[in-house]
């Protein structure tokens, strides 16, 4: 019913920049809330970054004034620009979207992308 496809991630040094995309695609009426999760190997997923449909952003503590997320509700597309990443930004990142179909209601995720911060 619906697809989300990252890309963007990869290996940079500390200080860097990367920007990660997400791409939404299937039966979509409307996505609502959209945003970004990371994962490191044994610990729990956890947001990064969250955006409303109207653009009200919330932002974990250890990536603010670093991350910023945004959406283009035409492209159903979410976008995190992350700068002066650290290596402790290491992890797999998710992204998330709640998409709104014409009979139903699902809370996607994407496969996610590797991004790997070197020291």
């Known amino acids: 019913q619906v697809q989300l496809v990252e890309s963007g991630g990869g290996l940079v040094q500390a200080g860097g920049s990367l920007r990660l995309s997400c791409a939404a695609s299937?039966?979509?009426?409307?996505?609502?809330?959209m945003g970004w999760y990371r994962q490191c190997p044994g610990n729990q997923r956890e947001l990064v970054a969250s955006?409303?449909?109207?653009?009200?952003?919330n932002y974990a503590d250890s990536v603010k004034g670093r991350f910023t997320i945004s959406r283009d509700n035409a492209k159903t597309t979410v976008y995190l620009q992350m700068n002066s990443l650290k290596p402790e930004d290491t992890a797999v990142y998710y992204c998330?979207?709640?998409?709104?179909?014409?009979?139903?209601?699902?809370?996607?995720w994407g496969q996610g992308t590797q991004v790997t911060v070197s020291s």
């Open positions: 955006i409303t449909r109207g653009g009200s952003t």
């Open positions: 998330n979207a709640d998409v709104i179909g014409s009979s139903w209601k699902v809370s996607g």
């Open positions: 299937g039966s979509i009426i409307r996505l609502d809330a």
